[in-house]
């Protein structure tokens, strides 16, 4: 709204007929100035205040500065409306099942080709984690890649950043999405897990977190190191910090499927999870899932 308003209150052009060597090859030119954008369209902070109030009164918000949470709320409402309407629960289990078949060309057709396959599927998760969570999540907030004006995934996550972050009342909820098979996840999955697992435990301090860990097949060395790092002492990549221990379980797509259709809400998969830590160092074997999972589909 607060463009909108600009370009129709003011007369400015975005497009014109100087000679390309006016600009593009000066470096005087305007092209190439460390302007800011208000600036390089010349108005005046007048201009954008009168533009702001105008904008803020239409809203029906008593001042300005109530602007941007306002059009967060809409943003979260129109999301909600392309979720309902693109997006119903029996639409983000196909998608989930096409991943585990490697149907990338109908899940292009479904989402949006213009995302790498890898993207859509961090962004197909959060779609699924809303469901589990009875659509009390807010997942436009936690995705951490980017969403075009349409709210569809464009592109990957920072390399220091988990793929999805949900901050609850009583914890953080990080999941990392992977479609790489379980030859390939110990050299390109298991460090960055790890590392952003550490990196935001440090960072919550006090606060719970933990990290799920969601693949097409999961690899049992990879998910047995993770367990391991309960009792491991880790220092944050960039920071000062260390934390005793992290808390990483992986699940399966075909796995987290099942928990859908069962209608198994994010608390008790949380609960469950963190009921089954360790109290003391222990060997860890494979299997060790086995019985935890067990207990998450136990009504």
Known sequence: PVFEKIFTSYDISMSGSENYKDFDLNFGSALYQQSTFLESLKLSDAQIDSVLKSVAQTMGLENYQEIAGEVEKQNDIRFEKLVRDKFPKTT???????????KDDLIAKTVTD?????????????????????????IRSAYNLSLDADFLPLSHAAGYQGDLEFHYEDRTLMLEATLMDHNNQKRGELEPVIRHTVNLTIENGLRPTQTIFVASELDDNVINIFRATQFIELNHSSKRGATSGINIFALSIS?????????????????????????????IKNNWRTPILESMTSL
């Open 92 to 102: 983000v289990l196909e998608l989930l099942q096409q991943f585990v078949s490697r």
């Open 255 to 283: 796995e987290l499927i099942k928990l859908m259709q069962a209608n198994i809400n994010d608390r008790k998969i949380l609960n469950t999870i963190n009921n089954a830590m360790d109290s003391n160092p222990t060997q």
């Open 114 to 138: 213009n995302a790498p396959i890898a993207d859509i599927f961090e962004y197909v998760l959060g779609l699924a984690w809303y469901y589990i969570s009875n659509k009390k999540l807010n």
